[in-house]
């Protein structure tokens, strides 16, 4: 497999694995990475985005819903992307196992409270059996994903730092334009590139390139990254 795979899974349903792929996997087209995505989630929450005929339908998208197809799936999308990116279901199920077994990076969203946590522990778990299993190492990092307030997000940021969930820097604040973006099929990155939520993705994507072994220099111009306030 040449391409990298990322896969953003929790056992938490609603902490932001769609909206995570969905808008990193337009950021790296943004900078002319090629990326192809994997919806394993019976829910198909990514299919029907993808079908509303917005930039994300300008990806390759694979409904995945048998898992023994999983791994064999990832591995034909990542011989010809530089990106696979896989959204799995809001429980664990064999599927996200097998997403898991196949990953460089596992994202884990976590908004800030304690049952998140709790998911996320769970399912860094499923992350180091797989590591076991396949006998080769799979990175996990959290991030905090839907921040509304910024004296809770540092208490969860420490909660995840103790049990060593290791969160990433960059976060997903609370945005109405991710919420917004759903409806069209697109991204922030797309509907506007100068936006605060815009910025939040680009930190985040930025973040995750090294873990995911990407060369540092994005291929286009990347959007300015950086950290920015709730608004
Ligand atoms: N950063 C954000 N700001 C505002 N709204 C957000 C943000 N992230 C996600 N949402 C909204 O929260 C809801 C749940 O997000 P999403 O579907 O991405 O979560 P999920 O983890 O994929 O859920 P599920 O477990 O059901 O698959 C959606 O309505 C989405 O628009
Ligand atoms: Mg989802």
Same mark, same amino acid.
């Given at each position: 497999?040449?391409?990298?795979?990322?896969?953003?899974?929790?056992?938490?349903?609603?902490?932001?694995?769609?909206?995570?792929?969905?808008?990193?996997?337009?950021?790296?087209?943004?900078?002319?990475?090629?990326?192809?995505?994997?919806?394993?989630?019976?829910?198909?929450?990514?299919?029907?985005?993808?079908?509303?005929?917005?930039?994300?339908?300008?990806?390759?998208?694979?409904?995945?819903?048998?898992?023994?197809?999983?791994?064999?799936?990832?591995?034909?999308?990542?011989?010809?992307?530089?990106?696979?990116?896989?959204?799995?279901?809001?429980?664990?199920?064999?599927?996200?196992?097998?997403?898991?077994?196949?990953?460089?990076?596992?994202? *884990?969203?976590?908004? %800030?409270? $304690?049952?998140?946590?709790?998911?996320? =522990?769970?399912?860094?778990? #499923? @992350?180091?059996? /797989?590591?076991?299993?396949?006998?080769?190492?799979?990175?996990?990092?959290?991030?905090?994903?839907?921040?509304?307030?910024?004296?809770?997000?540092?208490?969860?940021?420490?909660?995840?730092?103790?049990?060593?969930?290791?969160?990433?820097?960059?976060?997903?604040?609370?945005?109405?334009?991710?919420?917004?973006?759903?409806?069209?099929?697109?991204?922030?990155?797309?509907?506007?590139?100068?936006?605060?939520?815009?910025?939040? *993705?680009?930190?985040? %994507?930025? $973040?995750?390139?090294?873990?995911?072994? =990407?060369?540092?220099?994005? #291929? @286009?111009?990347? /959007?300015?990254?950086?950290?920015?306030?709730?608004?």
């Amino acid at each position: 497999m040449q391409g990298k795979v990322l896969v953003a899974a929790t056992s938490k349903g609603g902490a932001g694995k769609s909206t995570t792929i969905a808008c990193l996997a337009m950021y790296w087209r943004g900078v002319g990475r090629t990326v192809a995505l994997v919806d394993c989630d019976p829910n198909q929450t990514l299919t029907r985005w993808h079908a509303k005929g917005g930039a994300l339908s300008q990806l390759p998208l694979r409904t995945q819903l048998d898992e023994h197809a999983m791994i064999p799936t990832i591995a034909e999308l990542a011989d010809e992307h530089d990106l696979v990116l896989v959204d799995c279901a809001g429980f664990g199920n064999q599927a996200m196992v097998f997403a898991i077994g196949a990953a460089n990076v596992v994202l *884990i969203p976590v908004m %800030a409270d $304690e049952a998140n946590v709790f998911e996320a =522990l769970r399912t860094r778990k #499923v @992350v180091e059996s /797989a590591s076991r299993l396949t006998r080769r190492p799979i990175t996990a990092r959290t991030v905090l994903s839907r921040v509304k307030r910024a004296a809770v997000v540092e208490h969860t940021r420490d909660q995840l730092a103790k049990r060593g969930l290791e969160p990433l820097t960059a976060q997903m604040n609370d945005r109405v334009l991710f919420q917004e973006a759903t409806f069209y099929g697109s991204s922030p990155t797309v509907l506007d590139p100068a936006s605060s939520a815009a910025r939040d *993705i680009a930190a985040v %994507a930025i $973040e995750i390139e090294p873990l995911l072994g =990407l060369a540092v220099e994005p #291929v @286009v111009s990347p /959007a300015e990254a950086e950290v920015s306030p709730v608004t």
